[in-house]
């Protein structure tokens, strides 16, 4: 089996970017829908200044990308979803390794007793 | 090594891990039915679980929180939808709020154990299905080892300083 993980400093972006509540509702509506950044800053009780950082922090995750389109500056979910699921479940196995390893040492414990 | 195989459908979002111990099922049944032997397992050495309430039946409950390295919590909670010693246990498994109040809108999963007796070894299977994968990310988040432990809402900086432990 082929273990295909992200880069530590890449982690490290994604989850920066995904522990805010604002940008992960970010997130799921341009993943749905491309929208404008002013488009975006009215969704929220926050200045379209604030929004707008919140974009960028997305961006150097790469999981929006922006264009400029006339006035306007347009936003997309960038992320092939399945790609990422595919590294989430990397992860998520990686928990659950740790956990049977941990599980092993407290059965380990008590074998002495069982015999 | 006793993870035997694991298997991941990224269509469907679902994780499955084969497992097998050196120990009878009674035993390894144990580890899920004893709350004290579960928290010793189920967070990250760094972020150590607790659980508060385990009604360890069909019906019941459990509130746990993992306490991260600054102190802080994060929350979750189970429904136990099925008890079957000592061969089958499911449970949904979701996000708690600081007040230990379910979190709907960031999902639940349903996981699934069962235990097969090998002859005084123990094979266990456990599945996770998952809804969407903003609601992995944030299984991910939650359950991550040093380096990537982020309770849901912690500011950068101190996602920051973790990753560099």
Same mark, same amino acid.
């Given at each position: 089996m082929v273990v295909q993980t992200l880069r530590q400093d890449e982690v490290d972006r994604l989850f920066q970017a995904l522990a805010d509540a604002t940008r992960r509702d970010i997130v799921a509506r341009v993943l749905v829908a491309e929208y404008s950044v002013s488009g975006l800053a009215?969704?929220?009780?926050?200045?379209f200044a604030a929004v707008q950082k919140h974009v960028a922090v997305l961006q150097r995750a790469s999981l929006v990308s922006k264009e400029k389109r006339g006035r306007e500056q347009i936003v997309r979910g960038e992320v092939d979803g399945v790609q990422r699921a595919r590294r989430l479940l990397d992860d998520y196995e990686r928990i659950w390794r740790q956990r049977v390893d941990r599980i092993t040492d407290l059965l380990g414990e008590d074998a002495g007793d069982d015999d | 090594m006793t993870v035997i195989s694991t298997e991941k459908d990224t269509e469907a979002l679902h994780f499955r891990l084969v497992a097998e111990f050196d120990a009878g099922v009674e035993r390894v049944w144990r580890i899920w039915a004893d709350a004290q032997q579960l928290q010793r397992w189920w967070g990250p050495p760094t972020w150590p679980a607790t659980f !508060?309430?385990? !009604?360890?039946?069909? @019906?019941g409950r459990a509130a746990y929180y993992m306490t991260g390295p600054d102190g802080e919590k994060a929350r979750g909670w189970w429904r136990i939808t099925?008890? !079957?010693?000592p061969r089958l246990l499911t449970f949904v498994d979701g996000f708690a709020d600081e007040n230990g109040?379910?979190?709907?809108?960031m999902g639940e999963t349903a996981a699934t154990v069962t235990l097969e007796d090998l002859g005084g070894r123990t094979r266990m299977t456990m599945t996770t299905a998952f809804q969407s994968i903003e609601q992995l990310e944030q299984m991910v988040e939650m359950g991550? &080892? &040093?380096?990537?432990?982020?309770?849901? @809402?912690?500011v950068d900086a101190l996602l920051a300083e973790d990753a560099s432990v």
């Amino acid at each position: 089996m082929v273990v295909q993980t992200l880069r530590q400093d890449e982690v490290d972006r994604l989850f920066q970017a995904l522990a805010d509540a604002t940008r992960r509702d970010i997130v799921a509506r341009v993943l749905v829908a491309e929208y404008s950044v002013s488009g975006l800053a009215e969704q929220y009780d926050m200045s379209f200044a604030a929004v707008q950082k919140h974009v960028a922090v997305l961006q150097r995750a790469s999981l929006v990308s922006k264009e400029k389109r006339g006035r306007e500056q347009i936003v997309r979910g960038e992320v092939d979803g399945v790609q990422r699921a595919r590294r989430l479940l990397d992860d998520y196995e990686r928990i659950w390794r740790q956990r049977v390893d941990r599980i092993t040492d407290l059965l380990g414990e008590d074998a002495g007793d069982d015999d | 090594m006793t993870v035997i195989s694991t298997e991941k459908d990224t269509e469907a979002l679902h994780f499955r891990l084969v497992a097998e111990f050196d120990a009878g099922v009674e035993r390894v049944w144990r580890i899920w039915a004893d709350a004290q032997q579960l928290q010793r397992w189920w967070g990250p050495p760094t972020w150590p679980a607790t659980f !508060e309430t385990y !009604e360890f039946e069909e @019906g019941g409950r459990a509130a746990y929180y993992m306490t991260g390295p600054d102190g802080e919590k994060a929350r979750g909670w189970w429904r136990i939808t099925a008890v !079957e010693p000592p061969r089958l246990l499911t449970f949904v498994d979701g996000f708690a709020d600081e007040n230990g109040d379910p979190v709907p809108d960031m999902g639940e999963t349903a996981a699934t154990v069962t235990l097969e007796d090998l002859g005084g070894r123990t094979r266990m299977t456990m599945t996770t299905a998952f809804q969407s994968i903003e609601q992995l990310e944030q299984m991910v988040e939650m359950g991550m &080892e &040093e380096g990537i432990r982020a309770a849901l @809402g912690q500011v950068d900086a101190l996602l920051a300083e973790d990753a560099s432990v």
